[in-house]
């Protein structure tokens, strides 16, 4: 079920005066069961190559690969292609229209041509996994809360069953507390399912902790493409481009300068506080 | 995907039209089409067209533009062209089956073609050519007189304004929830009518809700700021006429006197 993008090229209102180019050149490759966290400043290009991966944009040159075929192809099945590549946009919940959460969350199986039952069945499996309460499901989804909202939202998507999931700033707007439940549950998701995620966000702060590796976007072209401790050995570059390490990065880069002999690679609070520990311990 | 909608759509570039003041161009336009249905001689188009040449080049919009707007009336064109070529009376030219086509009615309908083209494409010169803002701006202050009969000049302006400012956003908000829904396995292509019109839905409801907010927001913002009509509102950006409006306007009457007299000119001298 790999993702292989191969040069691509998108400009936005071309043959316009306001042409843009949106994507320079992207080459990529997504293997199975990878966690990914795209970041990038707002206009980096982010949230349009994510919408060529499903096929909602088509790029203005370049090649997409999906499970070894071209996505491009003339006989290429997108309505297919869409339901493997699941991808919840930003502020989701803008996209909910039925009666009842429970009916929406079926509209996505539903079009696949699952019958009665299976959507369904489907429905209640996805709800459950995002963690919506039982006494919601027939309710309408304009009352309920923001954050309930978003999770009605992924539910419709994951209802699919995607073998990739992308979530298009999942966190926006909510409240610490909210983004911290529903990144775990994401992480939950990949873990107990395999499913492939790329994580679209601006913060890395929010992905450090999460992710297996880490795409930077910056005005159009892929910056950096490693493990996060990698990419955040380069904090003073992603500092340039409107963007920040973990603040824990910072913490262990003035430690290291005071002569304090930590592990600066370090990406969450808790190896952090490993790492300090460790170094006390030595003197 | 709806990115190509082009009515009433500004292109930004620097001209001398561009910076005419907006009465100007409305008042322009408005006789230039009024100019456009009292010709009787074919020698009024030959002028009209000129002046809308020389109008097109002195605004440094791309003509295509101009020609995008007129897709819209296609079916119409058509339509007109078909009804005054078949059924105008008069001397015959040819005949099939029970049709005829006369002298009179191919004269009419290339007419007619004539005429509808250069409107059209007359407006998008000014819509083109002119923020929305600034038109309804222009239009308020032609229409002030119209107070005096009670008729809410001010209120009208701030609502065509308003409208005018959500076409874009609202068609934006309309991209993204028909990709969100295409995402989710949406089918708003195939299908008989019904079933295209079932599928709206997912697009129209959430459209409605978003709308509805944002007018609400809107209406929020704008009181909070003390908004309550148009009684004692001053203007950040007063409309004056500068020296080139009134130039503007010489070229105008300009236009009309020649195309006036341009029939009767080529009929003495022949």
């Not at chain 1, 090649?63 to 003339?74: A, C």
Request: hydrophobic fraction near 45%; proline fraction near 4%; glycine fraction near 8%.
């Amino acid at each position: 079920m790999s993702i292989i993008v191969d040069h691509v090229n998108y400009i936005y209102g071309a043959d316009t005066p306001l042409a843009v180019a949106a994507l320079k050149d992207v080459c990529l490759q997504f293997p199975d069961g990878q966690f990914v966290g795209i970041i990038g400043h707002t206009g980096s290009g982010k949230s349009t190559l994510v919408q060529h991966l499903n096929g909602l944009l088509k790029a203005t040159s370049g090649h997409i690969y999906f499970d070894g075929e071209d996505i491009y192809d003339k006989d290429y099945d997108m309505k297919k292609l869409r339901s493997r590549v699941g991808l919840v946009f930003q502020y989701p919940e803008h996209q909910l229209f039925e009666v009842d959460v429970f009916s929406d969350v079926c509209f996505g199986p539903k079009n696949l041509g699952l019958d009665k039952r299976e959507a369904e069945l489907r429905a209640y499996d996805a709800l459950r996994r995002v963690g919506l309460p039982d006494e919601l499901f027939y309710q309408s989804p304009f009352d309920l809360s923001g954050g309930q909202k978003r999770r009605a939202a992924i539910a419709g998507v994951l209802a699919m069953k995607p073998d990739v999931l992308i979530l298009d700033e999942p966190t926006a707007g909510l409240d610490p507390k909210g983004r911290d439940e529903i990144l775990h549950q994401i992480k939950q998701l990949q873990t107990q399912t395999g499913m492939t995620i790329l994580l679209v966000s601006h913060s890395m702060e929010d992905v450090a902790e999460y992710v297996d590796r880490i795409i930077v976007m910056n005005k159009g072209s892929v910056l950096y493409d490693d493990e996060p401790r990698k990419v955040f050995r380069h904090y003073k570059e992603l500092e340039e481009v409107g963007l920040a390490a973990p603040q824990v990065t910072y913490v262990l880069h003035k430690l290291k300068e005071k002569g304090m002999n930590v592990d600066v690679s370090a990406t969450t609070i808790e190896e952090a506080a490993d790492t300090v520990l460790q170094a006390l311990g030595r003197r | 995907m709806l990115r190509d909608i082009t009515l009433g759509q500004y292109y930004q570039t620097e001209s001398v039209i561009h910076r005419l003041d907006p009465r100007v161009k409305l008042g322009g336009t408005l006789l230039f089409i009024i100019s456009l249905f009292l010709f009787d001689h074919f020698a009024g188009y030959v002028v009209a067209v000129a002046f809308l040449g020389i109008v097109i080049r002195l605004s440094h919009v791309p003509f295509r533009f101009m020609v995008k707007g007129m897709k819209a009336i296609v079916f119409l064109l058509i339509l007109t062209v078909t009804f005054n070529l078949f059924l105008t009376p008069g001397r015959e030219l040819v005949s099939f089956w029970k049709l005829t086509i006369t002298w009179e009615g191919l004269a009419l309908a290339i007419t007619m073609a004539v005429r509808l083209t250069i409107l059209i494409i007359g407006s998008s010169v000014m819509t083109l050519t002119t923020t929305p803002n600034n038109l309804t701006d222009g239009m308020e202050k032609m229409l002030k007189p119209l107070k005096l009969f009670r008729i809410p000049v001010h209120e009208v302006a701030m609502m065509m304004s308003i409208a005018l400012r959500f076409i874009p956003i609202l068609l934006e908000e309309t991209d993204k929830i028909m990709k969100a829904q295409l995402a989710r396995g949406a089918d708003f292509e195939s299908g008989n009518i019904f079933k295209r019109a079932k599928a709206m839905v997912p697009l129209l409801v959430p459209l409605f809700v978003s709308a509805f907010h944002r007018a609400n927001d809107l209406a929020l913002a704008m009181e909070s700021r003390c908004y309550r009509g148009g009684e004692g509102r001053t203007k950040m950006k007063p409309l004056v006429y500068q020296k080139r409006d009134g130039l503007a306007y010489l070229c105008i009457v300009l236009y009309l006197a020649l195309s006036i007299t341009a029939g009767r000119l080529v009929w003495m001298w022949i």
